[in-house]
């Protein structure tokens, strides 16, 4: 038994005695484009050799050809510093073998994307990964959605995922928000000139009210001064805590950027902030996590209770009605890509579905994965310079 224990060990080991190149020339007929990119960028190239305890998620050729179609891979190609936050965006905090990614229906892992340019999330920006019938699947910025086709192809720093689909980096706040069609809040946030603040906020959780919420109090709206709109608003915010749906639990309080506290609440199969039910979760931004919801929250009226049994909520505020067009979005457009308005989830995993932010145990991966992000910045600007 010992005997067999050893050389099993022993197996183990030589496999990842392997090196990136030995992976990348292995496999091909699948990663030739990544490799021949990674290649031609020799500083990173060498960066992601050398770094300890990751996991590489490799998009296929047929991924980065379909990149190759885009006005991304333009952008990509004329910003260094953006092309390596990209490729930092595609490299897990620590080694997650398929085991590892299926062992929760869903969960939010750490990547060692962590340049404030980019992301202002503590402990790099999150990747959602999805579990279901055997399968991994990772969601990025604006819902993209990329599959893993093959798994742990193991080498000496860690282990790589080979994925049928690029990652987009999330949205800083105001472009995330209009990709889920929410003009009105982008509208409401500019007026009250508070955009600049909630974007620039670190690990943020923001409870965005729909179109139809808006629309909902339209006949209030022009009675609010800037310093009312300005005092709703922080009242959907949370700054300094990015809390993802499954971490929600029924009759949690949480207290806002305004200094109320807000209710959350999961009854029949649905999450509430107070009274507005939750119609999409888990929207990644550049500086934290979104929730839509259907409802305008009101500090003043911090009791609401919703009615579960109801499609739609009343409004949190007293006598409002709607105007027949959706308030503050005059001069406010959303892109042509923009994601149609949600309909109710059900769960604290629902939208684009929940997960606990606590990653499977990786093994030491913050200290070696944090050096090589900084290495990474350094070699983007030394490309920038080339």
Same mark, same amino acid.
């Given at each position: ?32 484009s ?6 031609s ?12 305890? *990751? ?60 340049i404030?340019?980019?992301s ?12 279901s ?24 720093? /860690?282990?790589? =995922?080979?994925?049928d ?72 915010? *949370?700054?300094g ?36 039910r939750?119609?999409k ?9 979104? =929730? ?8 003043s ?23 027949? /067009? ?24 629902? /939208? ?35």
């Amino acid at each position: 038994m010992q005997l067999k224990t050893l050389t099993l060990l022993g197996l183990a080991s030589a496999a990842n005695a392997q090196t990136l190149a030995d992976v990348l020339a292995d496999n091909a007929a699948t990663l030739s484009s990544l490799t021949a990119f990674l290649q031609s960028e020799e500083v990173i190239y060498e960066l992601f050799a050398n770094a300890q305890d *990751i996991t590489l998620l490799a998009p296929s050729n047929e991924a980065l050809s379909r990149l190759n179609a885009t006005p991304l891979a333009n952008e990509l190609l004329a910003d260094p510093n953006y092309l390596t936050a990209f490729l930092a965006y595609h490299v897990l905090n620590g080694t997650y073998y398929a085991s590892n990614l299926s062992s929760s229906p869903s969960q939010f892992i750490p990547t060692i994307l962590d340049i404030a340019a980019y992301s202002n999330v503590t402990g790099g920006q999150r990747l959602q990964v999805q579990s279901s019938d055997g399968g991994v699947s990772f969601l990025s910025g604006n819902g993209q959605l990329s599959t893993v086709e093959s798994a742990n192809f193991n080498y000496s720093g /860690g282990t790589i =995922h080979i994925i049928d689909n690029y990652l987009t980096i999330p949205a800083a706040l105001p472009a995330a928000l209009l990709e889920q069609n929410l003009t009105a809040l982008v509208g409401a946030v500019t007026q009250a000139g508070v955009a600049e603040t909630l974007t620039n906020a670190r690990d943020i959780t923001l409870f965005a009210p729909n179109n139809a919420a808006f629309d909902a109090i339209g006949n209030l709206v022009s009675e609010l001064t800037v310093e009312q709109l300005t005092d709703i608003l922080g009242y959907h915010v *949370i700054v300094g805590q990015t809390i993802y749906s499954s971490q929600i639990e029924d009759g949690a309080t949480a207290a806002t950027f305004q200094g109320g506290d807000i209710t959350l609440r999961v009854e029949d199969g649905s999450v509430f902030v107070n009274s507005a039910r939750v119609v999409k979760a888990d929207v990644l931004c550049a500086n934290g996590v979104i =929730h839509i919801i259907d409802g305008v929250l009101n500090p003043s009226n911090a009791d609401a209770e919703p009615n579960p049994a109801a499609s739609t909520q009343a409004p949190a505020f007293s006598g409002a009605s709607s105007t027949g /067009g959706v308030p503050f979005t005059t001069g406010i457009t959303a892109p042509a890509t923009a994601t149609a308005e949600p309909t109710p989830t059900s769960g604290p995993d629902g /939208g684009n579905g929940g997960g606990d932010d606590t990653p499977v145990e990786a093994g030491a991966a913050a200290q070696g994965a944090a050096l090589g992000m900084a290495s990474l910045f350094g070699a983007a600007v030394l490309l920038a310079q080339l």
